[in-house]
């Protein structure tokens, strides 16, 4: 069974500061890898999709890295914004009954 | 274009009532899902739906009926409603399972 880990659970940084969110899953046998932004009450917002076959995907200050191998994901974050401070979730898609497995999400604080 | 839209954004229920949570796409997605959101849970899958007329069960599909008569719409019934219900409920489509999923705001249920 897929299971997905993410570290830390809460990050806070000064603005300014480039920071790194950690996804891992258990199965390597996936078929892509999403990265979420999810803000306090609110849906959750796409922010990249790696297939599979790809080693990273960027969007503006977002760069998100996939080893398929090691199990691993990385979302790194330039030049931190207060405006970026929310809950950050990663979601494994493979052949889990067409579905992906979320991770629990780290919350992250930006401080002005 | 509206995207993934829910109705109600909030509801409370008691134990036994049934009630039905709408969901609505405009991107004319194939693929549909719910999800359910629980602290210290993550994520859930309910049910999903690859196409009209064809749904199938996710991780959590007891106490919840869904039918997909049109590509737009993928409601989900609640049939005899359970304080253990009591959740945040998430829609959300993609192109298929494999492409990026988008969600919608989300539907706040309390069961007394």
């Known amino acids: 069974k897929q299971e997905v880990t993410q570290i830390p659970a809460a990050l806070s940084v000064p603005e300014g500061e480039n920071l790194v969110l950690n996804c891992s899953f258990t199965?390597?046998?996936?078929?892509?890898l999403q990265w979420f932004r999810q803000d306090p009450g609110k849906g959750l917002t796409s922010l990249l999709l790696?297939?599979?076959?790809?080693r990273e995907q960027t969007s503006g200050r977002l760069n998100a890295s996939l080893d398929k191998s090691s199990g691993r994901s990385t979302l790194y974050i330039a030049a931190s914004q207060p405006g970026d401070s929310a809950t950050y979730l990663c979601?494994?898609?493979?052949?889990?009954?067409?579905?992906?497995?979320f991770g629990p999400g780290t919350r992250l604080s930006v401080l002005p | 274009n509206a995207g993934v839209t829910q109705t109600p954004k909030f509801q409370v229920l008691k134990t036994g009532q049934s009630m039905t949570l709408q969901c609505a796409q405009d991107?004319?997605?194939?693929?549909m899902s719910w999800y359910r959101q629980d602290p210290g849970m993550g994520l859930r899958l309910i049910h999903y739906?690859?196409?009209?007329?064809?749904?199938d069960q996710g991780e959590v599909p007891n106490g919840y009926n869904v039918s997909r008569s049109t590509t737009e719409d993928f409601p989900l019934r609640l049939l005899s409603a359970a304080p253990s219900q009591t959740s945040v409920y998430f829609c959300?489509?993609?192109?298929?399972?494999?492409?990026?999923?988008?969600f919608g705001p989300g539907t706040r249920l309390t069961v007394t």
């Open positions: 959300a489509s993609g192109r298929n399972p494999y492409y990026e999923q988008y």
């Open positions: 739906s690859v196409g009209a007329g064809i749904t």
């Open positions: 790696i297939q599979s076959s790809q």
């Open positions: 979601a494994v898609g493979g052949n889990y009954g067409q579905n992906f497995v």
């Open positions: 199965d390597s046998a996936i078929y892509n």
């Open positions: 991107m004319n997605h194939e693929y």
